[in-house]
């Protein structure tokens, strides 16, 4: 992969590769940060003698405290240079990661979960504003590409990773080890990460906010993003405990799963990255959509199957669900103005982690576990992530329309006008 160089307008040059590695390194830690904590289940509830709502407590904090903060972070993030910004929150996600290493309790686990997802998801927004900002419209779909590589690769490395420290050695070591390789992305971000400094640096906090919820280019891509998320927010949690009840997968081979799929997706993330920078977003979101919808209602009306046939299920559900993200981020990061994009990132990483939660309470309600242990309802469920489907091609399309240079190939317009307040 090469890139052209690109300059800054202060005139200093911007080492494309280097920024995007950073940045990818960033998303990577806080991703496998939040993934981590799936497979600890057992051995946090024993060590601490805690219940399963109270595990669900520690797994939600990261997700509460980060949809808070990227709510009060949208008002203040466009004040503040973008690389300060981006260091000292992730300076506190490494203090508060080792603090969740060093909690000696429940209770100090889950203050160290709530700082690590303030830190945390705040930080991510700013990763992808940063893209937006330093990464020519032409190439920022393939830039896209690379950083959300982090989440399969989190996936593929987070998952085993956790269960084998946890197994050989004990909960702690998993954390200690993330705190050790956060450190050093801090650290060499501090000196690689371009600076920028804000556009409009003297703005007032509540009139910012507002602009950025009452745009409705702005108000149409929350919705996209939501779309997105309560699509695949009502499945994920409810697939392996799915495979093994209603498909007949043994446990010890649900690691074969998240190994495969991450795999896959590893490769097909920057190739869809591409994809993104040559072909019209919209039609991108299309296909991509239709291949989910098809790839839902399958996995969700699965009969028992062999290991293969359902590695091969639930791979297909996850790429085509991943490929939906880099073309919407894309077109997001092109329809926001520089001046809105970090406060709107915050605000749209909040909408994010909140659609997560209600898809998972809504899938937890359709979803029950019959006598034989079963799960019904998952079909209901995959109906449900169905329909959200074709509402994420509708709003994008919606966006599109209020904003046609965001889904163009090519280098589109990197503009938006002061879109003031109307329909959504």
């Not at 904590?37 to 990261?62: H, K, N």
């Not at 990773?161 to 650290?187: D, Q, R």
């Not at 010890?252 to 799963?257: A, N, T, V």
């Amino acid at each position: 992969m090469s890139f052209t160089p690109v300059t800054l307008p202060n005139g200093k040059p911007v080492n494309e590769r280097l920024t995007l590695v950073v940045l990818g390194a960033v998303q990577f830690t806080h991703v496998l940060d939040f993934m981590i904590m799936m497979p600890l289940g057992p051995w946090l509830m024993e060590v601490f003698s805690i219940s399963p709502s109270q595990f669900g407590r520690l797994t939600a904090a990261y997700g509460l405290a980060a949809a808070v903060t990227g709510l009060l972070g949208g008002a203040v993030l466009d004040r503040f240079n973008r690389k300060h910004a981006l260091l000292t929150l992730y300076a506190g996600f490494c203090v508060s990661t080792l603090a969740c290493a060093l909690a000696p309790t429940y209770w100090a686990l889950l203050a160290a979960r709530l700082a690590a997802g303030a830190c945390g998801g705040v930080a991510s927004s700013v990763v992808v504003a940063m893209v937006g900002d330093f990464i020519p419209p032409e190439r920022r779909g393939r830039a896209m590409g690379v950083v959300t590589t982090a989440f399969p690769l989190a996936q593929v490395l987070g998952v085993p990773l956790g269960l084998l420290l946890a197994e050989k050695l004990e909960w702690h070591a998993t954390f200690f080890l993330l705190t050790a390789v956060s450190v050093p992305v801090l650290f060499i971000g501090a000196r690689a990460l371009p600076s920028l400094q804000p556009v409009f640096s003297g703005h007032n906090p509540l009139k910012q906010m507002r602009a950025i919820v009452t745009i409705r280019t702005h108000r149409r891509g929350f919705w996209l993003t939501a779309s997105l998320v309560l699509a695949g927010g009502a499945i994920f949690p409810f697939m392996a405990p799915a495979m093994v009840s209603n498909v007949g997968i043994a446990k010890h081979d649900l690691l074969y799963i998240y190994l495969a799929s991450g795999a896959v997706m590893f490769f097909t993330t920057p190739v869809v990255g591409r994809l993104v920078d040559k072909h019209d977003k919209l039609r991108l979101i299309g296909v991509f959509t239709a291949c989910g919808i098809v790839t839902v209602l399958v996995l969700t009306n699965l009969p028992p199957v062999p290991l293969l046939v359902a590695l091969m299920a639930t791979t297909a559900f996850s790429v085509s669900m991943g490929s939906r993200f880099p073309p919407s981020m894309t077109m997001l990061a092109n329809a926001v103005d520089q001046r809105y994009r970090g406060g709107f990132m915050s605000v749209n990483f909040a909408v994010q982690q909140a659609a997560g939660a209600i898809a998972n309470i809504i899938a937890g309600l359709l979803i029950t576990e019959q006598p034989d242990g079963r799960l019904h309802g998952f079909a209901l469920a995959g109906l449900f992530s169905a329909f959200w489907m074709v509402l994420t091609y509708v709003f994008a399309r919606r966006v599109r329309d209020i904003a046609p240079h965001a889904a163009a190939p090519g280098r589109p317009t990197d503009r938006m006008a002061d879109d003031p307040a109307g329909p959504m």
